[in-house]
Structure formats: C-alpha cells, structure tokens
C-alpha cells in the first residue's frame, strides 16, 4: 500500500465512522445510525485502515511519531487507540491478582485486534507501544498462535519493547514463552513444540543471558522426550527422540547447570547405553 493510498482510505474510512442509512418517516427520508453488527464491521475496517496509513507514514518519516502526525484522521485514531491503552494499563496496575489481570487482559484484548491487524497489514516495523503491549498480552493469556505473528513481527523488523520493560523483545519473548512452556509440562501438560523451535529459530542469533535461553532448551528437550514414552512407536523412532532430546537437553545444562535437567539427561543415557555383554557361561 502506497503512502498516498494509505492516507486517502484513512480518511474515506474516517468519513464513513458517521455513515447512516436511510429509513422511510412520514414519507420524508431519514437517516438513522448503521445496526449494531454492521456498525462493528465498519469500526473494524476503519481502525485496520487507519493503523496501516499510521505505520506506513511514520515509516516514511521516521522523525515522526505514530501519535503525532499532524492533521490527518491518522492522528486521531492513533491518540484514540493510545488512550484507551493507557487507560487499560492503570486499570491493570489498580487489580493486585495477577489471575484477575490475566483476566482482564482477555476482555481488553479484542478492541486492539483490528488496530493491530492494520499494523501488521501495513508490513513495516514502527516504533510504538500498542503492538508489543498486545503481543506480550496474547502471551500472558495462554493465546500463543494469535502472539506468533506480532512475535514475527516484532523481531523481523527488530523493534523494541515500550520503555515500562527493562528487556529486549528477543530476551521477554523466549523468557515468557519457555516459562510458560515449563508451567505447562510441570503440570503434565504438553506444549506445541513447533512454536517453541520457531521462537529457538528467530532468536539465535539474539544477545541475551545463558539462564534464559537455557529455559527454553529444556523446554524444548522436554516436548522432544515424548516419543521415547510412546511405547506404540517402534524402537528405532523411540531412539532417534531419545538422541535428540539428550543434545537439546546437554545444550541446556551448558548454559545453566542450575536449570534442572539432569535427571531428564541421566535417564535418556541409561536408554541410549549399548545392552551390556553377558558373561559367557562355561560349563561344571
């Protein structure tokens, strides 16, 4: 989308937020405001409209803010969106139970979607606080595939986190999805473990500290342990996963003995030890 393109269906979208639709009084037409279904629709598009025209100005002028673009329906709707950010993050600081915050963070979680959509749709990487807020948000509610894309995102165009966080994006994402991964599988649960290999992809090449990404080895060696469990697979698949999981595990334990893997390693090497050689029996 061109940056004239974009500017022009912002405000065509801002233009139609008032549409009405006639109805018959008396024979004299009428206007009365567009149905509560459809009138969410056109607030939908409206904000994924103006969210790609806000990236792909300041894109264009990286000396401008997202919130101050002068004169366009591009400011109002990114001061719009900001508010209603910041009015939810002090709600947020006002409720003590973190499970009531995660809560609450579900409910807020679809006025964003459309805006954020629109950011994504505009395909360049703007510095501003409503997408990262989002994407840590998704994470924090458990919704990993709907975090992925704003994880994709945000580490292609290598954008930083708002400045409440003291992490850089790289480090927060794999801290808080390998933590939530070890919550999951401390509980017996399992965790999609491609998501965990993606997240391990993008992040490779990241500075950040050892103990952190040693959680999301063990998280991933973890998931790669199951198969060595399904006695329906033959042995030699059983072996294969067993063999990966030791490295991935190993690789976690050299990074930070403390992370609690040992027992894990231990026992996928008794499974991998050759069969030790009977003693030839010799007769009285």
Do not use: C
Not at 221 to 244: I, K, T
């Amino acid at each position: 989308m061109s940056l004239a393109r974009a500017h022009r269906e912002a405000f065509l979208a801002a233009q139609s937020e008032t549409a009405v639709a006639p109805v018959e009084t008396g024979g004299q037409p009428e206007q009365a405001p567009i149905e509560g279904g459809r009138a969410s629709l056109a607030r939908d598009h409206i904000a994924r409209t103006l969210a790609a025209a806000v990236a792909i100005s300041a894109a264009a002028t990286p000396a401008l803010s997202p919130e101050a673009i002068p004169g366009t329906p591009e400011e109002r709707g990114a001061a719009q969106i900001n508010l209603r950010l910041q009015t939810d993050l002090r709600r947020l600081r006002d409720i003590a139970s973190i499970e009531r915050k995660i809560d609450a963070k579900r409910e807020m979680l679809p006025e964003y979607a459309a805006w954020v959509e629109g950011l994504l749709a505009a395909g360049v990487g703007v510095e501003e606080d409503v997408l990262p807020t989002i994407m840590i948000w998704r994470i924090d509610t458990g919704d990993f595939a709907a975090a992925m894309p704003l994880v994709e995102h945000m580490l292609a165009h290598k954008l930083s986190l708002p400045a409440r966080y003291d992490r850089s994006a790289p480090a927060l994402i794999v801290e808080e999805i390998a933590e939530a991964a070890l919550k999951l599988q401390q509980a017996g649960a399992a965790f999609d473990l491609p998501t965990l290999n993606r997240i391990d992809e993008l992040t490779a090449t990241a500075d950040m500290h050892d103990q952190i990404r040693a959680k999301l080895k063990k998280a991933i060696g973890v998931e790669q342990m199951r198969p060595v469990d399904n006695e329906e697979l033959e042995p030699l698949p059983r072996a294969a996963a067993a063999a990966l999981a030791l490295e991935t595990l190993r690789r976690a334990v050299a990074l930070n003995p403390r992370v609690g893997a040992k027992d894990r390693i231990t026992r996928l090497e008794k499974l991998l030890a050759p069969p030790k050689k009977q003693p030839a029996r010799t007769g009285a």
